[in-house]
């Protein structure tokens, strides 16, 4: 499979029938669509479901600010009628929640892959991405922005995604029960996932204020402890260090310009839980 496959070639879905009106119409809407992803992550099923997840480089039509990682599983209903199907699909934020609902939806782990596309270079990234795909239904998605093209925090980045989240099993000890991820795609081909940690929604939102409202750029997401530890060990020195000597430099971390809202906006159109 090709990362630029349509999303018929990736399911196969016109040769099956559907088993609810739900999914008829789902298949419908998204064909129209088809065109305009790149598979991020794939997986199929023992009994022949597909779980894939896509980065929709046309979501912002759906609505604006709409997040842009589509998600769905294709699940045959009745092995003795393996033609027969269900759909389930929505959309999230980052990729890494993406892989987490794919998982949440009987995904199995050592089945999913990601495609060349959406490989991660950058070490700091790849750690965080890898907590937050297995982490359950720990954390409660609480508002998204996706701003793309000249909606964009820089000329130099095409997608940039603010998501805030509850971490409904916070440690006593870390005080920070609330998350924000920036996940930021540069016109490079380049991917960054930084994360922060609040003690309150408050100051999540007001580190959101600052940085799109007032123009803080150079502010930094005050690391949660899990990063922390990381970032103090040798094993992201080591990871930048092989990153370059094979010439593969991890890009710059992610600035940002004002923006027109002080406060996260609720996502809006067709994103399912």
């Not at 982490?135 to 820089?154: M, V």
Request: one cysteine or more.
């Amino acid at each position: 499979m090709t990362d630029d496959a349509h999303l018929d070639d990736v399911t196969g879905w016109w040769t099956l029938h559907p088993h609810d009106e739900e999914t008829a119409v789902a298949r419908r809407e998204l064909s129209t669509i088809g065109a305009n992803i790149r598979a991020e992550a794939i997986a199929r099923s023992d009994g022949g479901g597909v779980f894939l997840a896509a980065l929709d480089r046309q979501a912002n039509w759906i609505a604006p600010r709409h997040p842009a990682h589509l998600v769905l599983h294709l699940q045959p209903v009745d092995p003795a009628d393996p033609d027969r199907f269900h759909l389930d699909w929505g959309y999230r934020p980052t990729l890494a929640l993406a892989e987490g609902w794919l998982l949440e939806h009987g995904c199995p782990s050592e089945q999913l892959a990601r495609t060349a596309f959406a490989r991660r270079e950058d070490p700091l990234t790849q750690h965080i991405e890898q907590r937050i795909r297995t982490a359950g239904d720990r954390f409660d998605l609480i508002d998204q922005e996706t701003r793309y093209g000249d909606d964009a925090p820089d000329p130099e980045v095409d997608i940039e995604v603010f998501a805030l989240l509850q971490d409904l099993d916070p440690s006593p000890a870390a005080g920070a029960a609330f998350r924000i991820q920036l996940e930021t795609h540069r016109s490079d081909g380049s991917v960054l996932l930084r994360e922060g940690a609040f003690p309150t929604v408050q100051r999540a939102v007001g580190w959101h204020a600052a940085r799109y409202e007032q123009g803080r750029t150079k502010q930094l997401l005050p690391a949660p402890p899990e990063d922390a530890a990381f970032l103090t060990s040798g094993q992201l020195r080591a990871d930048a260090a092989r990153s370059t000597s094979s010439k593969t430099r991890p890009a710059a971390a992610p600035e940002s310009a004002p923006g027109p809202s002080s406060t996260p906006e609720r996502p809006r159109g067709r994103h399912r839980r």
